[in-house]
């Protein structure tokens, strides 16, 4: 019975490999589950049937055709840019596929605020909620019943209450210490509530490997709030192991709020929602504006969005190239890019955080040093607190902030969203930022890695090879 049995988890393990080489996005993927399937089924095949698995892309592609039919379809949306000549054409539309790869077009005539840290983001944040005159939209990683949590909640309920429409989306895995008795008291009081089910019954479950990252708060369809500060007092600097919390986000105004919504509502229809009624005629900030793309990018894509579009911007960079990661976990090709973008003069600079979450990316950070550094790279490590903002600077005009980190996760994994700004002002403003952020770092050398002991060199390898899991 015993013989009949393993060689019916061989069997399944075979067929599972054979699965996992047809499907796998990348070589490296592929191999890892072959070999694991094959050696060692018993364990390997639990793991594949829940972090294996890439049905997501057939069910998000299903919410998408829902959406394309429904009366509030985002091409109206499109159109109507395009009537209003909120469709910007410069030389970034020209020379590079972003408007291909989003799907959604680079709009002229918007304003964006940086926001430096959790007290600035919720502030901003809480203000524009108390402002909302017909509804808000809320959608968050993680959310937690703590002191912030509870700020956000009493806001939402009051605007229920006024009569003002409220729908929050969250991701289960993420909030998975969330009581239930919070979204209970949020339902009683009016707000639509859904999440994205990646442990419960429904279309995504078992889907554990595939998170929506995504942070995005909405309101009234002009303004908008993305970036990398979920809902908690960790990001306030209220966790004594992690000490300092140091975040970036980003509120914006003008037709580009348009494109954040279009992609909350592809996740809410996901969660099994209905689309809102929302407002889908756009119009220009209120005192000028400038280009700014909203890059929604998941493994529902038909291509790796979030690699091409950071892999573009990597090589059209002449100057300067900054970038800001909390987990820097990079496949070949991004150390290919970077070391290209240095050999070819441009200020190449990695920010990475000293103190970290998580231990094998902290570790694994270590193994790119050596060949960035050979190339002209320089990596930093801050040690002002915990550094989680997710922030690129091109050149002298154009940056990006967001929710992906630089990690085959972001890449590959998970639902992100990412703001492009084509403007001069907020690049320098963004540079005055990263300035300071710099300023409180160390710089990091192969020669240090080097003096540390054998364990830990050959722990950095180790780590290394669970890089894309990570």
Excluded at 47 to 54: A, E, I, K, R, T
Excluded at 103 to 131: M, Q, V
Excluded at 351 to 371: F, G, H, K, M, T
């Amino acid at each position: 019975m015993m013989g009949w049995l393993a060689a019916l988890v061989e069997l399944l393990g075979l067929l599972a490999a054979v699965k996992a080489v047809m499907e796998a996005r990348t070589a490296q993927g592929a191999a890892a589950w072959a070999v694991a399937l094959v050696a060692f089924p018993l364990v390997a095949l639990p793991l594949f049937l829940v972090f294996g698995q890439s049905r997501v892309r057939d069910d998000v592609q299903a919410r998408r055709r829902l959406l394309a039919a429904s009366p509030s379809r985002t091409s109206r949306a499109h159109a109507a840019m395009a009537r209003r000549e909120l469709v910007a054409h410069t030389r970034y539309t020209e020379d590079l596929p972003f408007e291909r790869l989003a799907k959604l077009p680079f709009t002229d005539g918007n304003r964006a605020t940086l926001l430096i840290d959790g007290e600035a983001t919720f502030g901003s944040i809480f203000a524009g909620i108390e402002t909302a005159a017909q509804y808000v939209l809320v959608q968050y990683y993680i959310l937690r019943d703590d002191g912030v949590g509870r700020a956000l909640a009493a806001r939402l309920l009051e605007r229920a209450a006024a009569g003002v429409r409220v729908h929050l989306l969250i991701d289960e895995l993420g909030s998975i210490g969330l009581p239930r008795a919070y979204l209970d008291r949020l339902r009683a009081g009016g707000v639509a509530v859904q999440a994205i089910h990646a442990l419960g019954p429904g279309v995504n479950r078992l889907r554990l490997n595939f998170r929506n990252h995504r942070k995005v708060v909405v309101v009234d369809g002009v303004r908008a709030w993305v970036g990398g500060l979920n809902v908690g007092d960790e990001y306030l600097g209220r966790d004594p192991r992690l000490g300092r919390w140091r975040d970036t986000h980003l509120r914006v105004e003008g037709p580009v709020v348009q494109c954040v919504q279009a992609a909350f509502v592809e996740d809410w229809l996901w969660a099994g929602g209905r689309v809102p009624p929302l407002r889908w005629w756009p119009g220009r900030a209120p005192a000028g504006g400038y280009p700014v793309l909203c890059l929604p990018s998941g493994p529902a894509d038909e291509l790796e969005t979030c690699t091409l579009f950071f892999i573009a911007a990597i090589h059209h960079a002449r100057r300067r190239l900054w970038i800001a990661s909390p987990y820097f976990v990079p496949d070949e090709q991004f150390v290919t890019a970077l070391q290209l973008a240095a050999l070819r003069g441009v200020d190449v600079r990695v920010l990475i955080p000293q103190r970290s979450d998580n231990a094998l990316v902290n570790l694994s950070a270590w193994s790119y040093v050596e060949a960035l550094e050979h190339a002209g790279v320089a990596m930093y490590r801050y040690e002002g607190g915990f550094m989680h903002q997710k922030v690129t600077l091109i050149d002298d005009d154009w940056c990006t902030v967001g929710t992906a980190n630089f990690d085959n996760r972001s890449f590959r994994l998970n639902f992100e969203i990412t703001m492009a700004v084509i403007d001069r002002a907020l690049a320098q403003q963004v540079r005055t930022m990263l300035d300071h952020d710099f300023a409180q770092s160390s710089r990091m050398h192969a020669a240090d890695l080097q003096a540390r002991s054998f364990a830990f060199r050959f722990a950095v390898r180790v780590a290394r090879l669970s890089a894309p899991v990570q």
